[in-house]
């Protein structure tokens, strides 16, 4: 569903991001990009996603090449990044709400999905709290809220866990599991113990190319 051919991204003359990076994913998979800071991780979830451009290389998404696939049409993409992008002044009803309104969604049923997304994620009794005023964790609770009011394909979730405590994780990883189960779900993560719980694919990175495992690289 997915695949990297020798890609290369590259930031400055002399700092490749990426380099001669080639994998596939299967559809359905859940795969971890796993790697310290600035392994590169990043990178390759906003190749994915259509948020940068490689330099040389080849990147397919269901055999489409990444810069002609149109993702209001060809896939549902799904991405939680490590700052969330929310109206912020606005209340989690309201974010939640304009998702639906951009979609045309019979107003009738635009109560029932909210008040639905609201209970699965157990954001009730902060409906109609600005997203400014929340935690972190809180607003990652409302980017899965978000998103599980449409159809997911792949789920993109970047660098997430590295600034929540291990049951705000815990829960995160439930959620993902719970209501994405259908989805292709690729993370990245510097905790090979966020990977395990995920059951992911672990996929290595270090300095921008993929490694056989992290130890053997140290």
């Known amino acids: 569903m997915i695949s990297f051919n020798n890609v290369f991204l590259k930031y400055t003359k002399e700092y490749f991001a990426l380099s001669d990076v080639s994998f596939t994913i299967k559809e359905g998979e859940r795969v971890a ?12 979830i ?13 990147i ?4 489409t090449p990444v810069d002609k696939v149109d993702y209001s049409t060809d896939v549902s993409m799904g991405y939680v990044p490590h700052k969330s992008i929310f109206f ?6 309201d974010n939640l709400k304009y998702v ?3 979609r ?21 009794n902060i409906a109609q709290e600005k997203i400014y005023k929340l935690t972190p964790f809180q607003k990652y609770l409302v980017s899965f809220a978000r998103l599980s009011l449409r159809k997911i394909d792949i789920l993109l979730v970047d660098n997430i866990f590295e600034d929540l405590s291990t049951a705000e994780c815990r829960e995160i990883i439930k959620i993902i599991k719970k209501y994405f189960s259908s989805s ?4 990245s993560t510097s905790s090979l113990e966020v990977a395990e719980k995920m059951e992911c694919r672990n996929i290595y990175l270090k300095y921008g190319a ?3 495992s992290l130890e053997e690289e140290e």
């Open 33 to 44: 990009f796993v790697g310290p800071k600035d392994s590169g991780k990043t990178c390759v």
């Open 46 to 58: 906003r190749l994915i996603a259509g948020l940068e451009k490689a330099d040389s290389g080849e």
């Open 60 to 63: 397919y998404i269901s055999d």
């Open 88 to 93: 912020v002044k606005k209340s989690v009803y």
């Open 100 to 102: 639906l309104d951009i």
């Open 104 to 124: 045309h969604i019979k107003h009738e049923a635009v109560e029932e999905k909210i008040n639905k997304a609201l209970s699965d994620f157990n954001i009730e």
């Open 184 to 187: 292709t779900i690729l993370i």
């Open 210 to 212: 993929i490694v056989d």
